[in-house]
């Protein structure tokens, strides 16, 4: 069955650092892959989408996500961070055919300090 | 904004209850999806309406149901209130049936007391 792994809940970076969030899948076949930010009280907005190509994706708000096939992963990354991207990140699978829907992970909470 | 808007954004509701929510889907998609986010998880699939007819559901019991009507906006309707159902409902709505992107609205959070 298709999976979708946050292993981090909760992250704290201080602003300007860099961000890494992890995100690994399970799936049978190559997936889409997504990642989406959730601000408190709001809907999912979509940051970055990796459908085939260039395993390096480039999204909104300065954000950049590498597939690598060999380890299930798609880690989301920002090289410095703002306050204002404090919110819920999602990681998010789903097939490159067919109707199965998208499967979520559990979301990484961030947290972002002077 | 994504386009996609929900109604409401917030109601209360007591256990035994029936509750309906509505979805009116971007300009252009023909598909809406149906999502549960409870407190501290992602979100869950319920169901995904295309063209008017249930194309795929999660596990989610009977009282959960659906329509979407032939201007492509969707209802959820609920039967039978738990209060594990308080959640946040995600509408979703997409160009076509397969995993493409998700357009989301921004939800409607439904206390169960």
């Known amino acids: 069955a298709q999976s979708v792994t946050q292993p981090d809940i909760h992250i704290t970076v201080s602003e300007g650092a860099s961000l890494e969030l992890r995100c690994n899948y399970s799936y049978g076949a190559t997936p889409y892959l997504f990642w989406y930010v959730q601000s408190p009280g709001q809907g999912l907005q979509l940051l970055l989408k990796y459908f085939s190509g260039d395993t390096l994706v480039q999204g909104i708000k300065g954000f950049e996500a590498e597939f690598k096939r060999s380890q299930s992963s798609f880690n989301l990354r920002k090289p410095s961070v703002h306050w204002s991207d404090a919110a819920e990140y999602f990681c998010?699978?789903?097939?490159?055919?067919?109707?199965?829907?998208?499967?979520f992970g559990k979301g990484t909470r961030l947290s972002v300090i002077a | 904004e994504t386009g996609v808007t929900q109604s409401p954004t917030h109601l209360i509701k007591t256990r035994g209850q029936q509750v309906t929510l509505r979805c009116s889907s971007q300009s252009g998609h023909n598909t809406v999806s149906w999502y549960q986010q409870a407190l501290g998880q992602g979100p869950q699939f319920i169901f995904q309406y295309y063209r008017e007819e249930e194309n795929g559901r999660g596990n989610f019991p009977p009282r959960f149901s659906g329509l979407q009507f032939p201007n492509y906006s969707s209802e959820l309707n609920v039967n039978a209130l738990e209060l594990d159902d308080s959640a946040l409902y995600l509408c979703?709505?997409?160009?076509?049936?397969?995993?493409?992107?998700?357009?989301f609205g921004e939800g409607s959070r439904l206390t169960v007391l």
């Open positions: 979703a709505s997409s160009r076509d049936r397969g995993a493409g992107e998700l357009f």
């Open positions: 998010a699978v789903g097939p490159n055919s067919g109707n199965t829907p998208l499967v």
